[in-house]
């Protein structure tokens, strides 16, 4: 008896384990998915747990950084910023691209080629020039630390999808439940009526055996 208690113990602790898991789960990523759709609306990257996500959309960084790779970055002392780090940058007015459009606004990686007074200069390893203006410490979103090409496949799925796959992990935890919820009655339903199939009635009249009172056959004479 007292093994069967330590096993139904053990079975409720790890369920409930497994529940806060999965709940944890559950809300990490949707945090992550809620933080990239709203980042990608307002044209800024992802931050999350102190390091920020952006997936790479030009060529200027190949064959260092491809385009579509996912790059992390943190936030980092300006002072500790060298001559050939990649930094992430928000570009200002001054900021145009090959054809001469702004890209004011945008999240740039680019290498610092040198660093002066007034701020850093930068330039894209694929571009014959440096960028217009410099770098101020207000531009800095930080130092790319890793890149990759798998990741950046996968964010950019969920910046695409993200609405759909947060509907999808709601929906999905309901919908199990209560078909689960739905099993079970039915099963219930079920054992009820066999064991109301297998239930003798009393008030049935029982069979005749064939031998009859002294009072049935006082009668019958």
Same mark, same amino acid.
């Given at each position: 008896?007292? $093994?069967?208690?330590?096993?139904? /113990?053990?079975?409720?602790?790890?369920?409930?384990?497994?529940?806060?898991?999965?709940?944890?789960?559950?809300?990490?990523?949707?945090?992550?998915?809620?933080?990239?759709i709203?980042?990608?609306?307002q044209?800024?990257?992802?931050?999350?747990?102190?390091?920020?996500?952006?997936?790479?959309?030009?060529?200027?960084?190949? !064959? $260092?950084?491809?385009?579509?790779?996912?790059?992390?970055?943190?936030k980092? !002392?300006?002072?500790?910023?060298?001559?050939?780090?990649?930094i992430?940058?928000?570009?200002?007015?001054?900021?145009?691209?090959?054809?001469?459009?702004?890209?004011?606004?945008?999240?740039?990686?680019?290498?610092?080629?040198?660093? /002066?007074?007034?701020?850093?200069? /930068? =330039?894209?390893?694929?571009?014959?020039?440096?960028?217009?203006?410099?770098?101020?410490?207000?531009?800095?979103?930080?130092?790319?630390?890793?890149?990759?090409?798998?990741?950046?496949?996968?964010?950019?799925?969920?910046?695409?999808?993200g609405?759909?796959?947060?509907?999808?992990?709601?929906?999905?935890?309901?919908?199990?439940?209560?078909t689960?919820?739905?099993?079970?009655?039915?099963?219930? =339903?079920?054992?009820?009526?066999?064991?109301?199939?297998?239930?003798?009635?009393?008030?049935?009249?029982?069979?005749?055996d064939?031998?009859?009172?002294?009072?049935? =056959?006082?009668?019958? $004479?």
């Amino acid at each position: 008896m007292a $093994e069967n208690n330590n096993v139904s /113990t053990t079975k409720r602790i790890f369920s409930t384990v497994c529940t806060v898991i999965s709940a944890v789960i559950f809300v990490i990523v949707a945090l992550l998915l809620v933080n990239i759709i709203v980042c990608r609306s307002q044209n800024k990257p992802v931050n999350f747990f102190g390091y920020s996500f952006s997936v790479v959309q030009t060529n200027s960084m190949e !064959d $260092e950084i491809m385009t579509g790779d996912l790059i992390v970055f943190k936030k980092v !002392d300006f002072s500790s910023l060298n001559v050939g780090d990649n930094i992430v940058f928000r570009a200002d007015e001054n900021f145009k691209d090959g054809s001469g459009k702004s890209l004011a606004g945008y999240t740039i990686v680019h290498k610092i080629i040198e660093i /002066t007074d007034d701020g850093l200069k /930068t =330039k894209g390893v694929n571009n014959y020039s440096a960028d217009n203006g410099l770098r101020v410490e207000d531009d800095i979103y930080g130092l790319c630390i890793s890149n990759s090409a798998a990741w950046g496949k996968i964010f950019a799925f969920l910046g695409k999808y993200g609405i759909l796959i947060i509907i999808f992990i709601i929906a999905v935890p309901v919908i199990v439940t209560q078909t689960l919820k739905i099993v079970k009655l039915t099963k219930q =339903k079920k054992d009820e009526g066999l064991t109301d199939e297998i239930q003798p009635n009393f008030d049935e009249k029982q069979p005749d055996d064939g031998n009859a009172s002294v009072d049935d =056959k006082s009668s019958q $004479e």
